[in-house]
């Protein structure tokens, strides 16, 4: 079946006639003040969320569909205490569609196949034959490629969109560049490779087809080790790698997370781990605070608080001056 997404929630007005897919992020189960059971559900596409209702036959609907598919949706949109939502009268499940992934998450702003070409130019630079043959033969897989290419950094802290991986690995990559120069006797290929790799393991933790969300392997392995057997195997094939190198690799990928408590099994105890636990710590964070900063109450120049970080953030007067 193909369907085209041509309807998005931010186009969405008040008395407009709705017709389109959407994907579920929540479905509930609820009872009217009239005691009649209704449907309340959050669809979701890559331009926002938007609340939806089912007030008929809402036991039969709610059989057809689970949280994480895509419906196809036909109602109308309606003001309910000045907030917009969707009244529904059908509401179907998706099968076999041809549908962008891109369409139901949010995306990179950024073009994944440039990202891509500017990581793989800096790929081309390590002088080391034993790293540069191993981060060839592992991008050399185009199943790898493409996973790496599109899949998030994140389910919801930091880059937790589509292509948020490439993202965050080119933005750490260059941080490195920019910042190693400062120090003496850093392994500079031990570096752009460490900086490549050390996330790899997220294109088989978190799954991305319709909304991001931890794989089975990735709740119960998680990717850094998901990350480290990946460049165990590779390592394995190629003749004469040298053990130290993959000692020192290794080593880099287990400890990026810096803490014992923050998921590393290691803590950083080498030069190049440290430098590259810390820019990935740095790169994380300033993704989450923009992408905090840029939602909530523009009216006002605090976020809202953001539980994680355990913190209200502030953005500053507004571009008029005014507080």
């Given at each position: 079946?193909?369907?085209?997404?041509?309807?998005?929630?931010?186009?969405?007005?008040?008395?407009?006639?709705?017709?389109?897919?959407?994907?579920?992020?929540?479905?509930?189960?609820?009872?009217?003040?009239?005691?009649?059971?209704?449907?309340?559900?959050?669809?979701?596409?890559?331009?926002?969320?938007?609340?939806?209702?089912?007030?008929?036959?809402?036991?039969?609907?709610?059989?057809?569909?689970?949280?994480?598919?895509?419906?196809?949706?036909?109602?109308?949109?309606?003001?309910?205490?000045?907030?917009?939502?969707?009244?529904?009268?059908?509401?179907?499940?998706?099968?076999?569609?041809?549908?962008?992934?891109?369409?139901?998450?949010?995306?990179?702003?950024?073009?994944?196949?440039?990202?891509?070409a500017e990581l793989a130019a800096i790929?081309?630079?390590?002088?080391?034959?034993?790293?540069?043959?191993?981060?060839?033969?592992?991008?050399?897989?185009?199943?790898?490629?493409?996973?790496?290419?599109?899949?998030?950094?994140?389910?919801?802290?930091?880059?937790?969109?589509?292509?948020?991986?490439l993202e965050h690995t080119l933005s750490?990559?260059?941080?490195?560049?920019?910042?190693?120069?400062?120090?003496?006797?850093?392994?500079?290929?031990?570096?752009?490779?460490?900086?490549?790799?050390?996330?790899?393991?997220?294109?088989?933790?978190?799954?991305?087809?319709?909304?991001?969300?931890?794989?089975?392997?990735?709740?119960?392995?998680?990717?850094?080790?998901?990350?480290?057997?990946?460049?165990?195997?590779?390592?394995?094939?190629?003749?004469?790698?040298?053990?130290?190198?993959?000692?020192?690799?290794?080593?880099?990928?287990?400890?990026?997370?810096?803490?014992?408590?923050?998921?590393?099994?290691?803590?950083?105890?080498?030069?190049?781990?440290?430098?590259?636990?810390?820019?990935?710590?740095?790169?994380?964070?300033?993704?989450?605070?923009?992408?905090?900063?840029?939602?909530?109450?523009?009216?006002?120049?605090?976020?809202?608080?953001?539980?994680?970080?355990?913190?209200?953030?502030?953005?500053?007067?507004?571009?008029?001056?005014?507080?």
């Amino acid at each position: 079946m193909n369907i085209e997404k041509t309807l998005f929630v931010q186009g969405i007005q008040a008395g407009d006639k709705i017709r389109g897919v959407f994907l579920v992020t929540e479905k509930n189960l609820a009872v009217s003040q009239k005691g009649n059971p209704y449907l309340s559900l959050k669809l979701r596409d890559r331009s926002g969320d938007i609340e939806a209702r089912v007030w008929e036959d809402a036991l039969a609907v709610s059989e057809g569909f689970k949280k994480g598919d895509l419906v196809s949706v036909q109602g109308r949109a309606v003001n309910f205490r000045d907030v917009l939502q969707l009244s529904l009268y059908e509401c179907d499940p998706v099968t076999d569609a041809n549908l962008n992934p891109a369409d139901f998450s949010p995306a990179s702003r950024h073009d994944v196949e440039g990202m891509f070409a500017e990581l793989a130019a800096i790929m081309d630079t390590v002088e080391n034959p034993h790293l540069g043959a191993l981060l060839r033969r592992i991008f050399d897989n185009p199943e790898t490629t493409h996973a790496f290419k599109h899949a998030p950094a994140a389910k919801g802290f930091h880059h937790a969109y589509i292509g948020g991986l490439l993202e965050h690995t080119l933005s750490v990559t260059r941080l490195m560049i920019a910042v190693s120069g400062h120090y003496e006797d850093l392994n500079r290929d031990l570096l752009i490779t460490g900086c490549i790799l050390h996330d790899i393991g997220k294109i088989t933790e978190l799954s991305y087809s319709t909304m991001i969300d931890y794989t089975d392997e990735g709740r119960l392995v998680g990717h850094i080790v998901l990350g480290v057997e990946m460049a165990d195997r590779v390592i394995r094939e190629l003749e004469g790698f040298p053990e130290h190198l993959a000692l020192e690799l290794r080593h880099i990928l287990l400890s990026h997370h810096g803490l014992l408590e923050y998921g590393s099994p290691k803590r950083p105890k080498t030069r190049e781990a440290l430098l590259i636990n810390f820019i990935d710590d740095l790169d994380a964070k300033m993704n989450a605070f923009e992408t905090h900063m840029a939602g909530g109450d523009d009216d006002s120049p605090w976020t809202n608080y953001h539980r994680l970080l355990d913190r209200f953030l502030y953005r500053g007067p507004k571009p008029d001056g005014t507080p």
